[in-house]
Protein backbone atom coordinates (compact mmCIF):
# COMPACT_ATOMS: atom_id res chain seq x y z
CA UNK A 1 0.00 0.00 0.00
CA UNK A 2 1.40 3.09 -0.95
CA UNK A 3 1.77 5.99 1.53
CA UNK A 4 0.95 9.55 0.89
CA UNK A 5 2.31 11.96 3.05
CA UNK A 6 1.32 15.93 3.50
CA UNK A 7 2.87 19.34 4.40
CA UNK A 8 1.03 21.75 6.22
CA UNK A 9 2.07 25.59 6.92
CA UNK A 10 1.54 27.14 10.38
CA UNK A 11 -2.04 27.72 8.76
CA UNK A 12 -2.87 24.56 8.18
CA UNK A 13 -2.91 24.81 4.69
CA UNK A 14 -1.78 21.43 2.91
CA UNK A 15 0.78 22.79 0.20
CA UNK A 16 2.13 19.63 -0.59
CA UNK A 17 1.48 15.75 -1.01
CA UNK A 18 3.78 13.58 -1.71
CA UNK A 19 4.86 9.52 -1.34
CA UNK A 20 8.11 8.12 -1.67
CA UNK A 21 7.05 5.25 -4.01
CA UNK A 22 10.32 3.67 -4.06
CA UNK A 23 10.80 3.66 -0.51
CA UNK A 24 14.48 4.95 -1.07
CA UNK A 25 14.10 8.07 1.60
CA UNK A 26 14.27 10.66 -1.17
CA UNK A 27 11.63 12.33 -2.92
CA UNK A 28 11.65 13.06 -6.47
CA UNK A 29 9.80 15.16 -8.75
CA UNK A 30 8.10 12.61 -10.34
CA UNK A 31 6.59 11.16 -6.48
CA UNK A 32 5.30 14.83 -5.83
CA UNK A 33 1.23 14.09 -5.98
CA UNK A 34 0.20 17.32 -5.61
CA UNK A 35 1.19 20.91 -4.66
CA UNK A 36 -0.63 24.09 -3.69
CA UNK A 37 0.16 27.80 -3.13
CA UNK A 38 -2.31 30.20 -2.08
CA UNK A 39 -3.07 34.22 -1.44
CA UNK A 40 -3.56 34.85 1.94
CA UNK A 41 -7.65 34.73 2.08
CA UNK A 42 -7.25 31.40 0.04
CA UNK A 43 -7.21 31.85 -3.79
CA UNK A 44 -5.00 29.70 -5.20
CA UNK A 45 -2.28 30.15 -7.05
CA UNK A 46 -2.70 29.42 -10.90
CA UNK A 47 -0.41 29.36 -13.63
CA UNK A 48 2.66 26.86 -11.96
CA UNK A 49 2.97 24.19 -9.87
CA UNK A 50 -0.79 22.81 -10.55
CA UNK A 51 0.54 19.50 -11.74
CA UNK A 52 -1.67 16.54 -10.37
CA UNK A 53 -0.33 13.15 -10.31
CA UNK A 54 -3.31 10.65 -9.47
CA UNK A 55 -5.98 11.51 -8.14
CA UNK A 56 -6.51 15.33 -6.86
CA UNK A 57 -7.11 15.85 -3.31
CA UNK A 58 -10.13 17.74 -2.04
CA UNK A 59 -8.66 19.39 1.43
CA UNK A 60 -6.39 22.62 0.78
CA UNK A 61 -6.99 25.79 2.13
CA UNK A 62 -7.17 25.59 5.50
CA UNK A 63 -7.06 21.60 5.73
CA UNK A 64 -10.61 22.24 4.43
CA UNK A 65 -12.65 20.23 1.99
CA UNK A 66 -13.37 22.50 -1.65
CA UNK A 67 -16.60 21.84 -2.91
CA UNK A 68 -16.50 22.14 -6.52
CA UNK A 69 -19.70 20.63 -7.23
CA UNK A 70 -21.67 22.95 -9.83
CA UNK A 71 -18.76 25.21 -10.01
CA UNK A 72 -19.39 26.61 -6.68
CA UNK A 73 -15.54 26.61 -5.19
CA UNK A 74 -16.41 27.06 -1.80
CA UNK A 75 -14.63 25.43 1.34
CA UNK A 76 -16.77 23.37 3.57
CA UNK A 77 -15.73 24.75 7.73
CA UNK A 78 -18.67 22.84 8.84
CA UNK A 79 -20.61 25.64 10.55
CA UNK A 80 -20.02 27.65 7.41
CA UNK A 81 -19.14 27.77 4.08
CA UNK A 82 -16.15 30.19 2.58
CA UNK A 83 -15.46 31.74 -0.52
CA UNK A 84 -11.96 32.57 -0.83
CA UNK A 85 -11.95 34.54 -4.32
CA UNK A 86 -14.01 37.01 -1.90
CA UNK A 87 -12.46 36.10 1.21
CA UNK A 88 -15.58 36.06 2.58
CA UNK A 89 -18.28 33.22 4.56
CA UNK A 90 -21.34 32.58 2.12
CA UNK A 91 -23.41 32.19 5.69
CA UNK A 92 -23.63 34.67 8.07
CA UNK A 93 -21.49 33.81 11.66
CA UNK A 94 -23.76 31.72 13.89
CA UNK A 95 -22.04 34.22 16.97
CA UNK A 96 -22.96 37.64 14.98
CA UNK A 97 -24.67 38.96 17.93
CA UNK A 98 -21.07 38.90 19.64
CA UNK A 99 -19.40 40.29 17.11
CA UNK A 100 -21.49 43.33 16.56
CA UNK A 101 -19.19 45.42 15.85
CA UNK A 102 -17.97 43.21 12.61
CA UNK A 103 -19.54 42.17 9.52
CA UNK A 104 -20.95 38.50 10.28
CA UNK A 105 -19.12 37.15 6.80
CA UNK A 106 -15.67 38.72 7.32
CA UNK A 107 -13.10 35.87 7.87
CA UNK A 108 -10.49 34.93 10.40
CA UNK A 109 -10.82 39.05 11.53
CA UNK A 110 -9.42 40.14 7.96
CA UNK A 111 -5.70 39.02 9.12
CA UNK A 112 -5.84 35.23 7.65
CA UNK A 113 -2.33 35.49 8.11
CA UNK A 114 -1.96 35.13 11.83
CA UNK A 115 -5.72 33.55 12.58
CA UNK A 116 -7.94 30.79 10.98
CA UNK A 117 -11.46 30.63 11.63
CA UNK A 118 -11.95 27.13 12.65
CA UNK A 119 -15.34 25.28 13.76
CA UNK A 120 -14.60 25.76 17.37
CA UNK A 121 -13.46 23.05 19.56
CA UNK A 122 -12.76 24.04 22.88
CA UNK A 123 -12.83 21.05 25.20
CA UNK A 124 -12.26 17.44 24.91
CA UNK A 125 -14.24 14.67 26.26
CA UNK A 126 -12.37 11.74 27.73
CA UNK A 127 -14.03 8.18 28.77
CA UNK A 128 -13.11 5.75 30.77
CA UNK A 129 -15.38 2.51 30.84
CA UNK A 130 -12.88 0.86 33.05
CA UNK A 131 -13.36 2.92 35.95
CA UNK A 132 -17.02 4.66 34.70
CA UNK A 133 -15.27 8.44 34.27
CA UNK A 134 -16.30 10.76 31.65
CA UNK A 135 -13.68 13.94 31.71
CA UNK A 136 -14.22 16.70 30.33
CA UNK A 137 -10.87 18.91 29.54
CA UNK A 138 -10.44 22.21 29.07
CA UNK A 139 -6.93 24.46 29.35
CA UNK A 140 -6.39 28.36 29.34
CA UNK A 141 -3.52 30.35 28.77
CA UNK A 142 -3.86 33.96 30.58
CA UNK A 143 -1.31 36.62 31.06
CA UNK A 144 -0.29 37.06 34.51
CA UNK A 145 -2.66 39.79 35.79
CA UNK A 146 -5.54 37.47 35.63
CA UNK A 147 -3.96 34.45 36.77
CA UNK A 148 -5.81 34.63 40.03
CA UNK A 149 -8.60 34.81 38.29
CA UNK A 150 -8.54 32.04 36.36
CA UNK A 151 -7.17 29.69 38.76
CA UNK A 152 -10.12 30.77 41.26
CA UNK A 153 -12.61 29.74 37.78
CA UNK A 154 -10.44 26.61 37.13
CA UNK A 155 -10.99 25.59 41.09
CA UNK A 156 -14.38 26.10 40.90
CA UNK A 157 -15.19 23.65 38.05
CA UNK A 158 -12.73 21.13 38.77
CA UNK A 159 -14.39 20.94 42.49
CA UNK A 160 -17.77 20.07 41.21
CA UNK A 161 -16.62 17.10 39.73
CA UNK A 162 -18.74 13.71 40.51
CA UNK A 163 -21.61 16.02 41.71
CA UNK A 164 -22.92 14.51 38.47
CA UNK A 165 -23.11 11.53 36.68
CA UNK A 166 -23.34 10.19 32.96
CA UNK A 167 -26.74 7.40 34.13
CA UNK A 168 -26.97 4.49 31.18
CA UNK A 169 -29.28 1.78 31.67
CA UNK A 170 -32.70 1.04 33.62
CA UNK A 171 -33.55 0.33 37.02
CA UNK A 172 -31.32 -1.53 39.32
CA UNK A 173 -29.46 -2.31 36.62
CA UNK A 174 -28.37 1.56 35.83
CA UNK A 175 -24.18 2.64 35.36
CA UNK A 176 -23.66 6.03 36.18
CA UNK A 177 -20.17 7.60 34.64
CA UNK A 178 -19.10 10.01 37.71
CA UNK A 179 -18.82 13.89 35.09
CA UNK A 180 -15.35 15.11 36.13
CA UNK A 181 -13.94 18.76 34.92
CA UNK A 182 -10.02 19.10 34.45
CA UNK A 183 -9.43 22.73 34.16
CA UNK A 184 -6.02 23.94 33.81
CA UNK A 185 -4.02 26.91 33.42
CA UNK A 186 -1.18 28.34 32.21
CA UNK A 187 0.19 31.90 32.32
CA UNK A 188 1.99 33.71 29.16
CA UNK A 189 2.99 37.21 29.05
CA UNK A 190 4.73 37.38 25.81
CA UNK A 191 1.97 38.97 23.49
CA UNK A 192 1.77 42.36 24.09
CA UNK A 193 -1.71 44.33 23.53
CA UNK A 194 -2.75 45.02 20.76
CA UNK A 195 -4.61 48.93 20.18
CA UNK A 196 -8.29 48.92 20.49
CA UNK A 197 -8.23 45.09 20.96
CA UNK A 198 -6.81 44.04 24.24
CA UNK A 199 -8.11 41.03 24.63
CA UNK A 200 -5.60 39.64 21.44
CA UNK A 201 -3.33 38.15 24.05
CA UNK A 202 -0.39 35.49 24.10
CA UNK A 203 -3.61 32.87 25.02
CA UNK A 204 -5.76 33.88 22.31
CA UNK A 205 -3.00 32.90 19.56
CA UNK A 206 -2.01 29.82 21.04
CA UNK A 207 -5.37 29.24 21.08
CA UNK A 208 -5.76 29.75 17.66
CA UNK A 209 -2.77 27.66 16.65
CA UNK A 210 -4.24 25.16 19.13
CA UNK A 211 -6.68 24.86 16.46
CA UNK A 212 -4.52 25.05 13.60
CA UNK A 213 -2.11 21.83 15.20
CA UNK A 214 -5.07 20.13 16.36
CA UNK A 215 -7.93 21.24 14.78
CA UNK A 216 -10.41 18.26 15.63
CA UNK A 217 -9.18 18.05 19.08
CA UNK A 218 -8.00 20.95 20.34
CA UNK A 219 -8.69 21.97 24.06
CA UNK A 220 -6.97 25.51 24.51
CA UNK A 221 -8.84 28.45 25.52
CA UNK A 222 -8.04 32.02 26.44
CA UNK A 223 -9.65 34.54 28.67
CA UNK A 224 -8.61 38.04 29.55
CA UNK A 225 -9.73 40.98 31.30
CA UNK A 226 -10.49 43.88 29.20
CA UNK A 227 -11.53 47.58 30.18
CA UNK A 228 -11.49 48.64 26.00
CA UNK A 229 -13.28 46.02 24.25
CA UNK A 230 -15.71 47.41 22.09
CA UNK A 231 -18.84 45.13 23.15
CA UNK A 232 -18.23 46.41 27.07
CA UNK A 233 -18.82 50.18 25.90
CA UNK A 234 -21.41 50.02 23.76
CA UNK A 235 -23.41 48.14 26.76
CA UNK A 236 -22.64 49.27 30.09
CA UNK A 237 -24.48 46.36 31.78
CA UNK A 238 -22.59 43.40 29.33
CA UNK A 239 -20.60 41.85 32.18
CA UNK A 240 -18.73 38.98 29.52
CA UNK A 241 -19.10 37.82 26.54
CA UNK A 242 -17.09 34.18 24.43
CA UNK A 243 -16.73 33.90 21.28
CA UNK A 244 -15.32 30.21 20.38
CA UNK A 245 -12.86 29.39 22.69
CA UNK A 246 -11.75 32.80 24.35
CA UNK A 247 -13.80 34.39 26.66
CA UNK A 248 -13.51 37.97 27.56
CA UNK A 249 -14.98 39.62 30.99
CA UNK A 250 -15.93 43.25 31.93
CA UNK A 251 -12.08 44.55 34.00
CA UNK A 252 -14.45 46.20 36.65
CA UNK A 253 -16.84 43.39 36.50
CA UNK A 254 -19.60 43.08 39.56
CA UNK A 255 -18.34 39.82 40.43
CA UNK A 256 -15.48 39.14 37.45
CA UNK A 257 -15.23 35.17 39.17
CA UNK A 258 -18.75 34.72 38.52
CA UNK A 259 -18.55 36.46 35.38
CA UNK A 260 -15.49 33.96 34.41
CA UNK A 261 -17.23 31.16 35.80
CA UNK A 262 -20.43 31.41 33.24
CA UNK A 263 -18.42 32.31 30.44
CA UNK A 264 -16.26 29.79 30.73
CA UNK A 265 -19.36 27.52 31.05
CA UNK A 266 -20.39 28.67 27.62
CA UNK A 267 -16.97 27.42 26.35
CA UNK A 268 -17.60 23.88 27.40
CA UNK A 269 -21.21 24.65 24.92
CA UNK A 270 -23.38 25.12 27.81
CA UNK A 271 -26.38 27.84 26.97
CA UNK A 272 -28.52 30.05 29.03
CA UNK A 273 -30.94 27.85 31.14
CA UNK A 274 -30.80 27.55 34.92
CA UNK A 275 -28.37 27.88 37.96
CA UNK A 276 -24.76 29.88 37.21
CA UNK A 277 -25.73 29.58 33.32
CA UNK A 278 -29.02 31.65 34.01
CA UNK A 279 -28.46 35.07 31.90
CA UNK A 280 -28.80 36.38 34.86
CA UNK A 281 -26.35 34.54 36.76
CA UNK A 282 -26.68 32.13 39.52
CA UNK A 283 -24.52 30.31 42.08
CA UNK A 284 -24.00 26.66 40.49
CA UNK A 285 -23.89 24.82 37.32
CA UNK A 286 -27.03 21.96 37.23
CA UNK A 287 -27.57 18.86 35.25
CA UNK A 288 -28.99 20.00 32.52
CA UNK A 289 -25.72 22.51 31.69
CA UNK A 290 -23.52 19.56 32.15
CA UNK A 291 -25.64 17.51 30.50
CA UNK A 292 -25.68 20.60 27.38
CA UNK A 293 -21.46 19.36 27.44
CA UNK A 294 -21.83 15.86 26.74
CA UNK A 295 -24.63 15.98 24.00
CA UNK A 296 -22.09 18.80 22.21
CA UNK A 297 -20.31 15.44 21.85
CA UNK A 298 -23.01 13.34 20.90
CA UNK A 299 -23.65 11.40 24.43
CA UNK A 300 -26.91 12.26 25.65
CA UNK A 301 -29.82 14.54 24.46
CA UNK A 302 -30.03 17.49 26.35
CA UNK A 303 -32.14 19.97 24.90
CA UNK A 304 -30.44 23.88 24.69
CA UNK A 305 -31.79 26.89 26.35
CA UNK A 306 -30.70 29.28 23.52
CA UNK A 307 -28.30 29.66 20.88
CA UNK A 308 -25.37 30.79 23.48
CA UNK A 309 -22.47 28.11 23.59
CA UNK A 310 -23.37 26.83 20.27
CA UNK A 311 -19.81 27.94 19.33
CA UNK A 312 -17.89 25.79 21.36
CA UNK A 313 -18.10 22.01 19.67
CA UNK A 314 -16.32 19.88 21.80
CA UNK A 315 -14.68 16.32 20.65
CA UNK A 316 -14.27 12.35 22.15
CA UNK A 317 -10.35 12.32 22.41
CA UNK A 318 -9.91 9.42 24.41
CA UNK A 319 -11.87 6.33 25.54
CA UNK A 320 -10.56 3.45 27.19
CA UNK A 321 -12.99 0.27 27.77
CA UNK A 322 -15.75 -1.17 26.37
CA UNK A 323 -18.80 0.64 26.16
CA UNK A 324 -21.96 -1.08 27.72
CA UNK A 325 -25.56 -1.20 25.23
CA UNK A 326 -26.83 1.67 24.67
CA UNK A 327 -24.14 4.01 26.44
CA UNK A 328 -24.75 7.10 24.22
CA UNK A 329 -28.41 7.37 24.90
CA UNK A 330 -27.68 7.73 28.85
CA UNK A 331 -28.08 11.49 30.51
CA UNK A 332 -26.81 13.41 33.22
CA UNK A 333 -28.29 13.78 36.62
CA UNK A 334 -26.93 14.56 40.42
CA UNK A 335 -25.12 12.34 41.71
CA UNK A 336 -27.84 12.15 44.66
CA UNK A 337 -30.63 11.89 42.32
CA UNK A 338 -29.24 9.00 40.51
CA UNK A 339 -29.02 7.14 44.00
CA UNK A 340 -32.01 7.67 44.98
CA UNK A 341 -33.69 6.53 42.06
CA UNK A 342 -31.45 3.12 41.91
CA UNK A 343 -31.79 2.50 45.27
CA UNK A 344 -35.55 2.39 45.18
CA UNK A 345 -35.23 -0.25 42.13
CA UNK A 346 -33.77 -2.03 43.90
CA UNK A 347 -35.46 -2.44 46.78
CA UNK A 348 -38.42 -2.77 44.05
CA UNK A 349 -36.53 -5.46 42.08
CA UNK A 350 -36.01 -7.45 46.15
CA UNK A 351 -39.61 -6.84 47.05
CA UNK A 352 -40.99 -8.69 43.59
CA UNK A 353 -38.36 -11.61 44.38
CA UNK A 354 -40.20 -12.38 48.09
Not at 17 to 42: A, M
Given at each position: ???????????G?I??????S???????????I??????????????Y??????????Y???G???N?????????Y??????????????I?P???????????M???????????Y??????????H??????????YV?NS?DS?L?????????????????S??E??????????????????????S?A??????A??????K???D????NEI????T??D??????????Q?????N?A???????????T?????????????????????????????????????????????G?????G?I??????K??????F???????????????N???KR??????
Amino acid sequence: MEIKNQYTDHLGNIRLSYSDSDNNGTITTSEIIEENNYYPFGLEHKGYNNVVNGTEHPYKYNGKELNEELGLGWYDYGARNYQPDLGRWMNIDPLAEDYFEKTPYMYAGNNPVMFVDYDGRDFGVYIDHENNTITIRSHYVVNSNDSDLMNDIASYWNGISGDNVFSVGEGADAQDYSVNFEVTVEVDDSAGSTAGADFLTAGYEKAQKGRTDNPNSNEINSLVTSSDYLPFKKNDRKQGQTGGNDAVIRKDAESKTNTGKHEVGHNFGMSHTSGLMNDTGGRSATSRSVGETLSRVGLGTSSYGDRTGSGAIGNINGVKGTAPANFTSGSVMSKKQFDRRKNRAIKRAKRKSN
